[in-house]
């Protein structure tokens, strides 16, 4: 039906500028273009794909899995020919994405704890070190008063 009746009707009834089908059985994609109050058929690049120049992209057949399923798939394709995504796989590229951010993020956090707990370790040391400095001032100076008494 699709490929003669149906298409029939979106020529001459719809006037659909592009109508496009694809045969799993036969493994046939193929698509046409509205000229002149006629479907004229597109022709496939290279690769078999059709370019659609209402979507501005080509449509071609993809192996790959989608939906748990692995086989033969219509896909969407940018005029440089990298594969549009579905909105499941932005979806999933997204949700990586947003894991791989809180991942970097906790990271960050965890470094920025570990030179707060640096830094406070050598405040203390810091601190530490200047108690015995004015310890041993003050031992100085109690040694210092101990000679001026004697020789005085």
């Known amino acids: 039906m699709d490929r003669n009746e149906k298409k029939d009707v979106y020529e001459r009834q719809?006037?659909?500028?592009?109508?496009?089908?694809?045969?799993?059985?036969?493994n046939i994609l193929k698509g046409w273009q509205l000229s002149d109050e006629i479907y004229q058929p597109i022709k496939p690049n290279e690769k078999g794909w059709l370019f659609s120049?209402?979507?501005?992209?080509w449509i071609g057949?993809?192996?790959g899995v989608h939906r748990g399923k692995k086989t033969i798939w219509i896909r969407f394709f940018s005029p440089d020919g990298v594969l549009v995504p579905t909105i499941a796989e932005?979806?999933?590229?997204?949700?990586?994405?947003?894991?791989?951010?809180?991942?970097?993020?906790?990271?960050?956090?965890q470094q920025a704890e570990f030179?707060?707990?640096?830094?406070?370790?050598?405040?203390?040391?810091?601190?530490?070190?200047?108690?015995?400095?004015?310890?041993?001032?003050?031992?100085l100076a109690q040694l210092r008063k101990l000679l001026e008494n004697k020789k005085g």
């Open 14 to 26: 719809f006037r659909t500028p592009e109508y496009f089908w694809y045969d799993p059985e036969d």
């Open 53 to 57: 120049e209402q979507l501005n992209v």
């Open 61 to 63: 057949k993809w192996i």
């Open 90 to 109: 932005s979806n999933d590229v997204a949700q990586a994405q947003a894991r791989a951010a809180q991942q970097k993020a906790k990271l960050a956090q």
């Open 115 to 139: 030179a707060q707990q640096k830094a406070e370790i050598a405040q203390q040391s810091l601190d530490e070190q200047r108690r015995r400095a004015e310890a041993a001032e003050a031992e």
